[in-house]
């Protein structure tokens, strides 16, 4: 493929090909020296035109490991004040010699139209649009899932096969919600949504998943729950649920966490807004894996931009050690 647009793109075998070489990749992150010449010369532009924290600091960490150059640009500042298209912006980018287009879009469908139109010939990832999709987060959650859920040797060549999976909170708008459904049904485990009806999307029913009200139980039988965060940057304001009220019913303390299988992982892809969907005795435990997520997410773009730019060459070279 030469772009990656949607988690629905990829097939079993794409998505176990990219968690494999994100495998190969975190074994740079252990060296002293942790950079790769695999994209030395090619150059990459990071297009924030929504705020990011995880995704753009992470997006720049894989390129820079990967010797590539790097162009950062943010919406804010620019000429997109000025009413400058998308269209515009990208050919701008091009003009000066740019191998690959990471975007994050407030609208669904941007990367899509990026990737397209002709517009640009460059490669196009998605870093997130709109309520859309956000495919390298699903990759990092499949990546996080596999290591804690089947084992970081145990799980090369491996899917999530049978491995039974809760996402919580608000699905209406969540593009994270979106590409986990699609990538994790792709692996084969078994998804249930738990969300207040409010925020449940119209037509989900059209969804590989399950659908349920009841957080206790749909937690007692989970190996991993994903805590959303509610996007009220989306929503009107009278739509916004008392923060009491919602946690008591769609949030995770500890006390429900307790209830859980001993096994089971608690997942956030952040932001997190502690107190409202995940207390911080929660997103402080143990059992929380939000910070070796954002980790793990250096890997999978690490891999993704391989697996897109990289050509022939050789994912990681062994060190002297590991050929030994
Ligand atoms: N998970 C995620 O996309 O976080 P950011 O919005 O900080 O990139």
């Known amino acids: 493929q030469r772009h990656l647009i949607s988690a629905a793109d990829l097939t079993r075998d794409d998505a176990v090909q990219i968690l494999d070489t994100a495998e190969e990749m975190a074994r740079v992150a252990d060296r002293p020296i942790k950079k790769l010449p695999t994209l030395r010369g090619r150059t990459v532009v990071n297009l924030f035109f929504e705020d990011s924290t995880r ?3 992470s997006f720049e960490a894989a390129e820079k ?15 997109v004040s000025k009413g400058e298209s998308l269209k515009d912006t990208a050919q701008t980018l091009e003009a000066m010699g740019v191998d690959a287009v ?30 859309h999709q956000h495919p390298t987060q699903a990759l990092l959650d499949a990546f996080t899932m596999r290591r ?22 608000d699905v209406l708008h969540s ?7 699609d990538l994790l049904h792709t692996l084969g485990a078994e998804v249930t949504l738990v969300a207040p009806p409010t925020l449940v999307p119209v037509g ?37 649920p008392t923060e009491r009220e919602y946690s008591r019913r769609y949030g995770l303390d500890g006390e429900r966490m307790a209830r859980m299988p001993e096994h089971a992982i ?25 910070i070796e997520q954002v980790a793990n997410g250096v890997s999978i773009r690490m ?12 994912a990681v070279t062994p060190t002297r050690t590991e050929e030994k």
């Open 102 to 131: 990471v975007i994050r879009h407030g609208a669904s469908g941007a990367p899509y139209r990026l990737a397209n139109s002709g517009w640009i010939d460059a490669a196009v990832i998605n870093a997130g649009d709109g309520t």
């Open 148 to 169: 804690r859920l089947v084992g970081r040797d145990a799980g090369i060549g491996q899917d999530l096969a049978g491995k039974r999976i809760t996402i919580v909170g």
């Open 204 to 240: 989900v029913e059209t969804w590989p998943c399950e659908v349920s009200y009841d957080l206790d139980s749909a937690l007692s039988k989970t190996d991993a729950v994903m805590m959303l965060r509610v996007q009220r940057e989306r929503m009107n304001a009278a739509f916004f």
């Open 303 to 314: 891999a993704v931009l391989y697996l897109l730019l990289g050509g022939n060459e050789p």
């Open 266 to 290: 608690v997942m956030h892809p952040g932001p997190m807004v502690r107190g409202m969907e995940i207390t911080a005795e929660v997103a402080d435990s143990e059992r929380c894996t939000a």
């Open 55 to 57: 995704t753009r600091i």
């Open 65 to 79: 490991r990967l010797s590539a150059d790097v162009i950062n640009f943010s919406a804010k500042g620019s000429s």
């Open 175 to 181: 593009r994270v919600a979106r590409s986990n459904v």
